[in-house]
């Protein structure tokens, strides 16, 4: 989600953070803006479903553990705090380049990045930071705490959303 700040730095470091959190667990980043970060963890195969999800799960919450550092010196400088929410999803991605006359930009295109996008939507409403799908939510093995079921713009049917029980 859109970090809150002082522009410019707020953006850039609230992308490093991201960026540093999901490269170092094996995650591809596609699209970093000043509104969003979209890191992809590729699978491969059937049969590392759950180590990959373990993978992106740890990559959130080292995004976290980076940017409570960050807000730790902007406090103490008197600047805002960099605030925002994470989605995670189980799913596919089509790589694309998305373009309008004068600009360029390579990004992650299909239902599950909309589904996830909206799944991070709600991280206001919830007052939680880090929402899981269901399917993602049943690859994990640590504790999990449901946190309900939402109706997501443009998905079918009441999705069930979970959080870690330690943040």
């Known amino acids: 989600g859109p970090p ?4 410019r730095r707020s953006r850039s470091v609230y992308c490093e953070a991201g960026a540093g959190a999901g490269g170092g667990r094996g995650g591809k980043i596609l699209h970093c803006s000043g509104d969003g970060l979209l890191i992809v963890f590729e699978i491969g195969s059937k049969e590392r479903e759950a180590e990959v999800c373990e993978s992106a799960l740890d990559a959130a919450i080292d995004a976290f553990d980076s940017l409570a ?14 605030e925002f929410g994470l989605g995670l999803q189980l799913g596919q991605v089509t790589h694309a380049n998305v373009d309008a006359p004068g600009r360029l930009d390579f990004n992650g ?14 991280t206001k409403e919830t007052g939680e930071p880090l929402l899981l799908s269901g399917d993602f939510a049943k690859l994990v093995q640590r504790p999990l705490r449901r946190v309900g ?19």
């Open 69 to 82: 550092v960050v807000n730790h010196r902007r406090r103490h400088a008197g600047q805002p705090e960099i």
């Open 4 to 7: 809150a700040g002082d522009g």
């Open 149 to 167: 079921e939402y109706n997501l713009r443009g998905v079918a049917g009441a999705q069930e959303l979970f959080t870690p029980v330690e943040l």
């Open 109 to 122: 295109v299909g239902q599950d990045v909309n589904m996830t996008a909206r799944i991070q939507s709600l």
